[in-house]
């Protein structure tokens, strides 16, 4: 009966006692991290069967909220889904560099788009996928040495991960994932039912024997950045494709989603672990290159992955929508869009480069290789976060993106101007030694 008190947790059927347990964790009654009441325990002090019990555990990790590991028991989740992961809103006269986004100077004119497309409205009953851009994208895909059997249109890069691991996984399935990693990617695995198993990241993306480990523990599929890894601007290079291959090649039936959210703009060479995998997703994002606002991404795999995310998608959202395909194809196939797509990814270098030189002369050694942010360690995150919003600069505290991996925090540098980058790590460094010195006091 304590545990009753407790949390306050009722029910006699597996769908009351999973709904009065997540209230209890939605209310805080159940903190994150903190251990469930064992199946037995509840069922003994709610007069049910131990399989009616486990029936609602069973409904709560399914929704990302309960997590069992073995001897450990069941845990509520440390970072409940879509909790915790704020979008951050700074005082007036804060510059915020905390966003992620592209420039918008850099991206094309949808209104100007929108007076030029052909578009005919795709009705019930037609194809959903305009064949033009498919074949466009096929061409594409080829060109990176992507080995395309199947090509589809998703609406964005999440959309098409969650589509591709849902063809492959169930709930309780462990999935491989950089760390620190993209927050969203965080969140999908929870609400799906599954287990982000972390893999470490240096300058080249993921550490072969971090994957190695992670895949030896039972993880049956890898999600990852080739290149502009957000948040640490981690991209692969040749050697580096090499050995996570052949790391790879061991595990044969590992499902493999790899994000290449930044193609066009990502300012290095794509390398891709895809090639003669059994199970693969390759999704390539256009809101980067062409804007946030068009929530659509091409999708390549083996023909079951995406026959599997097809019949999913039509059962679902039906389609991406006509109007939006045929924007990004007008946008794909004027060359003016191509010069400005370039002009980008060479600015978004220049911006990225500038500001690790700054950093560098100010004695902070980075990384960052690929993409439109910078990841900067620190000794003491919300400290670091809180005095630079002081000085007129907001940034994204590393807490949101990490698992295992240390404190830091992420600066988008996709409009940061060199006097500004080295204006901001004047800051960053003023900063690290007033976090050294609050911290030693």
Known sequence: MNVLRQYHIHGKGSIEIAQSLEAAVREGRLAGGER?????????????????????????????????????????RAAPALQGRPGLRFPEGV??????????????????????????????????????????????????????????????????????LAAGLRPGDRVAVEDPAYPPYLDLLAVMGLIAEPVAVDAAGMVPRELRRALEGGARAAVYAPRSQNPTAAAFDERRAGELKRVLAKHPEVLLVEDDHTAGISGVAYHTLVNGRAKFAVV???????????????????PMTVSRMRRRQRAGTGWVSGLLQSIVLYLWSDPHVKALVERAEETYARRRDAFVAAL????????????????????????????????????????????????????TTARLEQHDAVALARAIAATACSTTCVRST
């Open 284 to 302: 390539r994002s256009v809101s980067k290159a062409l804007g946030p606002d068009l929530r659509l991404a091409v999708f390549a795999g083996d």
């Open 95 to 164: 510059r915020n560099l905390a966003d992620g986004n592209p420039d918008p100077a850099l991206l094309p004119s949808l209104p100007a788009a929108l007076r030029k497309i052909a578009y005919d409205p795709i009705l019930y009953g037609q194809e959903p996928e305009i064949p033009a851009l498919l074949e466009l994208a096929a061409k594409r895909f080829s060109a990176a040495g992507v080995p395309w059997t199947a090509v589809a249109i998703v609406g964005g890069a999440l959309d098409g991960i969650e589509r591709a």
């Open 360 to 411: 560098r002369a100010e004695g902070i050694e980075v990384e960052a290789r690929s993409g439109l942010n910078v990841w900067v360690p620190v000794v003491d995150e919300d400290a670091t976060v809180r005095l630079l919003a002081e000085a007129g600069w907001g940034v994204y505290p590393g807490t949101y993106f990490r698992m295992a991996s240390g404190p830091a925090i992420r600066v």
């Open 36 to 76: 469930a009441p064992t199946v037995r325990a509840l069922a003994g002090a709610l007069g049910v069967s131990v399989v009616t019990v486990a029936g609602a555990y069973r409904l709560l990790r399914e929704r990302g909220l309960f997590v069992t590991d073995g001897r450990r028991g069941t845990t509520v």
